[in-house]
C-alpha cells in the first residue's frame, strides 16, 4: 500500500534504476543534515514529493513542511504570501496573515519552480537565507525564520544564471545539495510494478477488482514515451481504470492524455473486438486473461523484447532473476512458447 504523501518516508521509496538509485542515497544524506536542497527534474517527476520523503525522514519530520509554488504569481502577491501581511497593509487585508517563512520555522520550506521568481522577489528571499529575518507586508517588526529551504526546478539553475533570469548569490545560497531526478522513460524497468502500484490504488479508489493487464495493453504501455512522467502515468492508470468493467484490463482501455478526444474515448459499453493472443486463437476472458494467463504473456513479451537477456528482462520486469528464471522453467513445463 502506498504511504499518504504527508508520510511518505525515504524508506518507502525503492528503485530498481541506477539513476533513480543514485537519488535516493543523495535523499538520505539530504535527510540527515540542514544544507539547502535542489530538486532538478522534468514536469511530474515527483519532486514534490521526494521533497516531502525528505523532510519526514529529516530531524525536522514533526515540524511544518510547507510547499509553495512561486511561478506566475505577482511581487505584492508573492511578497504576502512568503512573509504574511498585517491588517490594513493594502485593499482587502483584513486580518493579520502569517507567512510561508514563518509558518515553516523549524521546519522545511518546499519553494516549487523557484527558477520562474522575479528578481524582486529573488532579492526579498536572498535576505531571509542570508540573515534569517524578513517583515510581515505593512509592519516595521521583525521576525525570523531558520526554515530548511528544499527548492525545485525542471530546468538548471547554473543555466538560469548565465542567461541572468536566476541571481548568482542566491543560486549559491540554494545550491547546498542538488539531486537530479531522472524522467521516467530512463526508468523503464520500473514501469511494471509503478503500474501495478498505481493500478491497485486506483481500483481501491473506484471500487474494482483489477487482477490482470492484457499483454496488448502492457505492451502500449511499455512503448509510451510518457513526457508527463509520473503524474502522467498516474492519470493513466486511472483513466484506463475508470473504462475497465471487468476483472482485465484491455488495450483500448489504455488511453494517454494526449488522446482525449471526444471521438476516441471508450464508452466501456462498446463489444471489444475478438483478441489474437497464442497461436492467434480467439481468447476467452474468463479463462485465457487469468491473472496467471497474463503474468506468463506479459513474461514472454519481456523476454522477447530484452533479446531473451535473462539480467535484462529480469530488470525491466521489476524482478530478480532467479525469479524470472523459475517462470520460464513454468512455462517450458507447461509447454508455453517463449517467443
Not at 535523499?27 to 540542514?34: D, F, T, V
Not at 525522514?57 to 509553495?68: C, W
Not at 516549487?112 to 526579498?124: G, H, N, Y
Request: net charge positive; with cysteine; hydrophobic share 40%.
Amino acid at each position: 500500500m502506498q504511504a499518504r504523501p504527508s508520510k511518505l518516508r525515504l524508506e518507502n521509496l525503492t528503485t530498481s534504476n541506477d539513476a533513480m538509485a543514485r537519488c535516493l542515497q543523495l535523499a538520505a544524506l539530504a535527510a540527515r543534515s540542514q544544507v539547502p536542497v535542489v530538486l532538478l527534474g522534468e514536469t511530474g517527476t515527483g519532486k514534490t514529493l521526494l521533497a516531502q520523503a525528505i523532510h519526514n525522514s529529516s530531524a525536522r519530520a514533526n515540524r511544518p513542511f510547507i510547499a509553495f509554488n512561486a511561478s506566475a504569481i505577482s511581487d505584492t502577491l508573492l511578497e504576502s504570501q512568503l512573509f504574511g501581511h498585517e491588517r490594513g497593509a493594502f485593499t482587502g487585508a483584513q486580518q493579520t496573515v502569517k507567512g510561508k517563512f514563518e509558518l515553516a520555522n523549524e521546519g522545511t520550506l518546499f519553494l516549487d519552480e523557484i527558477s520562474e521568481m522575479s528578481p524582486l522577489a529573488q532579492v526579498k528571499i536572498l535576505r531571509v537565507l542570508e540573515y534569517g529575518e524578513f517583515e510581515r507586508l505593512g509592519s516595521e517588526r521583525m521576525l525570523t525564520s531558520n526554515a530548511r529551504i528544499v527548492c525545485a526546478s525542471n530546468c538548471s539553475l547554473r543555466e538560469r544564471v548565465r542567461l541572468g533570469k536566476l541571481r548568482e548569490d542566491l543560486y549559491q545560497r540554494l545550491n547546498g545539495l542538488t539531486l537530479l531526478i531522472p524522467p521516467l522513460r530512463e526508468r523503464l524497468e520500473e514501469l511494471p510494478v509503478l503500474i501495478a502500484t498505481e493500478l491497485q490504488a486506483a481500483g481501491a479508489k473506484e471500487g474494482k477488482h483489477i487482477t490482470a493487464i492484457h499483454p496488448e495493453a502492457m505492451e502500449k504501455l511499455l512503448r509510451h514515451e510518457w513526457p508527463g512522467n509520473l503524474r502522467e502515468l498516474s492519470h493513466t492508470v486511472r483513466t484506463m481504470t475508470l473504462f475497465c468493467n471487468n476483472s482485465v484490463i484491455l488495450p483500448e482501455h489504455v488511453v494517454f492524455p494526449s488522446d482525449l478526444k471526444p471521438d476516441r474515448v471508450p464508452t466501456g459499453t462498446d463489444k471489444p473486438a475478438p483478441l489474437l493472443v497464442g497461436n492467434h486463437q480467439d481468447a476467452d476472458v474468463g479463462t485465457d486473461l487469468s491473472l496467471e494467463q497474463a503474468m506468463q504473456r506479459h513474461v514472454r513479451f519481456v523476454y522477447d523484447q530484452a533479446n531473451q537477456n535473462q539480467r535484462r528482462a529480469a530488470r525491466l520486469l521489476g524482478i530478480s532473476r532467479s525469479t524470472l528464471s523459475r517462470y520460464l522453467r513454468d512455462m517450458l513445463k507447461n509447454k508455453a512458447p517463449l517467443v
